[in-house]
T-cell receptor
């Protein structure tokens, strides 16, 4: 069975500063996909960034980047130049690359952005 | 594309009543997922379909829950009879073969309250 662990239930960051959200996972597969989803108060789940396990290069999407450490099974999300609109729940998620489509989600980290 | 469409956005009903939630996936996507989100249990996969066929329904809580996908553009999740413990946000998501990541795109959710 695969698991995703987010050990920080809540985090806060000053506007314009940088924050890192942690995620660790466990899977017996060698190839898989990792995702970060954002859920603002509107509750819409929005895909922020994605990473394929066999790709060495860390994914980047504008102010969002990841630090993917495959051996350590770690997948942290870094948000640079934090904005008020970044305040949300952030979920880390894992999906194996085979035909089975189930995604395992972490319990989420609530990010507060302080003006 | 309009994205994944869910209706209704909010539903309030009384215990024992039948509830039907509706979902229209993104056109061209061949996977459809139903999730339930609660504070206590987080985001749970209830069932998913591939090409309108149910693939994994192991997350469906009990016989009171049923899901159908009569065609590629429509799915329903039915609860009969409803109970207060079914109160949650229900998400529909879809994914397609167009992206190697097969990432899931979520609808806005239906907030269900059973009194």
């Amino acid at each position: 069975a695969q698991t995703v662990t987010q050990s920080q239930p809540e985090m806060s960051v000053q506007e314009a500063e940088t924050v890192t959200l942690s995620c660790t996972y466990d899977t017996s597969e060698s190839d898989y996909y990792l995702f970060w989803y954002k859920q603002p108060p509107s509750r819409q789940m929005i895909l922020v960034i994605r990473q394929e396990a066999y790709k060495q290069q860390n994914a980047t999407e504008n102010r969002f980047s990841v630090n993917f450490q495959k051996a350590a099974k770690s997948f942290s999300l870094k948000i640079s130049d934090s904005q008020l609109g970044d305040a949300a729940m952030y979920f880390c998620a894992l999906k194996n690359s085979g035909g089975y489509q189930k995604v395992t989600f972490g319990t989420g980290t609530k990010l507060q952005v302080i003006p | 594309d309009a994205g994944v469409i869910q209706s209704p956005r909010h539903e309030v009903t009384e215990m024992g009543q039948e509830v039907t939630l509706r979902c229209k996936p993104i056109s061209g996507h061949d996977y459809l997922f139903w999730y339930r989100q609660t504070m206590m249990r987080g985001l749970e996969l209830l069932i998913y379909f591939n090409n309108n066929v149910p693939i994994d329904d192991s997350g469906m809580p009990e016989d009171r829950f049923s899901a159908k996908m009569p065609n590629a553009s429509f799915s329903t999740l039915k609860i009969q009879p409803s109970e207060p413990r079914d109160s949650a946000v229900y998400f529909c998501a879809s994914s397609g073969q167009g992206s190697s990541y097969n990432e899931q795109f979520f609808g806005p959710g239906t907030r269900l309250t059973v009194l």
